[in-house]
T-cell receptor, first 114, second 115 residues
Framework: AQSVTQLVSHVSVSEGTPVLLRCNYS??????LFWYVQHPNKGLQLLLK??????LVKGINGFEAEFKKSETSFHLTKPSAHMSDAAEYFC????????????FGRGTSLIVHP | GAGVSQSPRYKVAKRGQDVALRCDPI?????LFWYQQALGQGPEFLTY????????KSGLPSDRFFAERPEGSVSTLKIQRTQQEDSAVYLC?????????????FGPGTRLTVL
């Protein structure tokens, strides 16, 4: 069985300050992990993915995430927030386990203040 | 090229009506997924196709929900006798293959409101 937890539903930062969005997962297998972003009235877009290669993954728009097996975490970070980063962010786990069905977290809304 | 498209973008139905939601995946994509996204929640899996074969429909909430992809491209999600609890955004996604490493490309969704 697989699951993903995004405990915090909203994160508020000032423009130019670092971003940290937390994600913890549970998996019976070696998981693949993804972060997707959803801007208002737009489709979900892949930010980055971890697929058992390098544990530090770099994505689009300056985002990166680090896979930490010992902590079962895959937190998303960015050194400096832009106004355009304001959106909903979803952590996703897919562990194979006989199927390819991904499980989404509930999402974290990133609010960026000028 | 074009991304995943869905139609209609918005649908209002009276309780008890049948609705059909269409998804046009990216050409050549083997896998197609349907998700239901309730307000303030993440997408929840409904069903999955590999070409025309429906390999998993474990997420369909009731037998009122039916999906098909008869020629392995366009897919339709049908909901019969709609109920208020069916109100949600229905997302379609496609990917190049069935590998769990592959990125899914999402459509903009259809927002269904059942009155």
């Amino acid at each position: 069985a697989q699951s993903v937890t995004q405990l915090v539903s909203h994160v508020s930062v000032s423009e130019g300050t670092p971003v940290l969005l937390r994600c913890n997962y549970s998996s019976s297998y070696s998981p693949s992990l993804f972060w997707y972003v959803q801007h208002p009235n737009k489709g979900l877009q892949l930010l980055l993915k971890y697929t058992s290669a390098a544990t530090l993954v770099k994505g689009i728009n300056g985002f990166e995430a680090e896979f930490k097996k010992s902590e079962t975490s895959f937190h998303l970070t960015k050194p400096s927030a832009h106004m355009s980063d304001a959106a909903e962010y979803f952590c996703v786990v897919s562990d194979g386990g006989g199927s390819y069905i991904p499980t989404f977290g509930r999402g974290t809304s990133l609010i960026v203040h000028p | 090229g074009a991304g995943v498209s869905q139609s209609p973008r918005y649908k209002v139905a009276k309780r008890g009506q049948d609705v059909a939601l269409r998804c046009d995946p990216i050409s050549g994509h083997v896998s197609l997924f349907w998700y239901q996204q309730a307000l303030g929640q993440g997408p929840e899996f409904l069903t999955y196709f590999q070409n025309e074969a429906q390999l998993d429909k474990s997420g369909l909430p009731s037998d009122r929900f039916f999906a098909e992809r008869p020629e392995g491209s366009v897919s339709t999600l049908k909901i019969q006798r709609t109920q208020q609890e069916d109100s949600a955004v229905y997302l379609c996604a496609s990917s190049l293959s069935d590998s769990l490493y592959n990125e899914q490309f999402f459509g903009p969704g259809t927002r269904l409101t059942v009155l």
